[in-house]
């Protein structure tokens, strides 16, 4: 009898020291992944969030530049046909000091003398750009979209049939057929950003 109970007590122990086992392989087991987790989360892959936040970084840094760009141009702020009516008028005029900038759009068919209807007409469309009076000067021209444009050599004040020695016909087909082809500098800054403040039209 106390042999059994002995030998049932020594089965119980082996039974008991087994399950120990088992639950602490378990342990194990549960404790890698933890350990994978925090090694990720400790930076040694890099996430998603750092890439993207990088990303917003070099965004903001191109936009600023950007911003910088506009800054350092003072013309950016002015249509392209502003500035070119001030840098015609300095390459063709160079009166920096005239009071006012005139702009008048004319189309083709328009006679080149309005006061006389034996005048010839314009074959393209023109703009004349003119002071706020006479002395000042006038520039008649039609842009070529490459930095050159046609200059017609349209007095700033037109002389009477009498004044001339041939007929206004053949006055104004000459200035048709005289065109000059004049390439346009960029010119200063500051002066052309003074010219488009004048201009009017």
Known sequence: MKKRIVFIM??????????CSGDKQEVVEQAQPEQESESSDNGEEPSGEAEEEVDSVDLQEATAEDQLDDKEDPLSSYSSEKIEYARVWLQVIGNQDVGELN???????????????????YPEDVIMLSGKGMADGTVTYSGNGDGTINVYDVPSHWPSGEQI????ESFTQKIVDSVENVSVQAGEDEEVVKLIGKISG
Request: glycine residues 6%; charged residues 20%.
């Open 165 to 168: 020695e041939e007929s206004m």
């Open 10 to 19: 020594i089965l119980a122990l082996g039974y008991l020291l087994m399950a």
């Open 103 to 121: 702009v008048q759009q004319i189309p083709a068919g328009e006679k080149v003398n309005p006061y006389d209807d034996e005048s010839v007409a």
